[in-house]
């Protein structure tokens, strides 16, 4: 069976294949007889000196340019990490600053309460001794009283 249209490139065979079964292979269209063609390159044509020399001087150029890209591009990192470097040094030095003068006011307050409290302590000695001495005192005046009061009555 096949299509009678002939502008209609598909074809459709009916084939039997075994009892009661049919089978059916519909080709679409005739394949294509050869591929189209590729544009070919075009054909390199014979370079003069000049243009050779033209060449070479662009390239060169190029190669200059690419270059002093680079070199600006590394100039810029490393002036960023300069700056950073500069950064972190002052943020270190203030660190230490602050943390110089934080420990030095808490040395100070250290001696001054550690003076306080000396000065505290002596004085409590001081007001000690002072009691100790009446005691002492009068110790020794109830203890000579009765002592008096015994050869006087005797």
């Not at 662009?58 to 002036?79: C, D, G, N, Y």
């Not at 950064?87 to 003076?115: C, P, V, W, Y």
């Amino acid at each position: 069976m096949s299509a009678e249209n002939p502008q209609d490139p598909t074809e459709i065979r009916c084939k039997e294949e075994s009892k009661g079964g049919l089978k059916f292979d519909v080709i679409i269209a005739d394949p294509a007889t050869s591929p189209p063609k590729r544009p070919s390159s075009p054909k390199d044509k014979d370079l003069t000196a000049e243009e050779i020399e033209e060449k070479l001087k662009a390239a060169e150029e190029r190669r200059l340019s690419l270059e002093a890209k680079k070199m600006a591009q590394i100039a810029a990192k490393l002036s960023k990490i300069e700056e950073a470097s500069k950064n972190k040094d002052e943020q270190m030095s203030e660190f230490i600053a602050q943390t110089k003068e934080a420990l030095e006011q808490k040395m100070e307050s250290h001696i001054e309460k550690r003076e306080a409290y000396l000065t505290d302590v002596k004085a409590k000695l001081k007001d000690h001794e002072k009691r100790a001495e009446l005691v002492r005192q009068n110790k020794e005046r109830l203890s000579t009283q009765p002592q008096e009061e015994i050869t006087s009555s005797a």
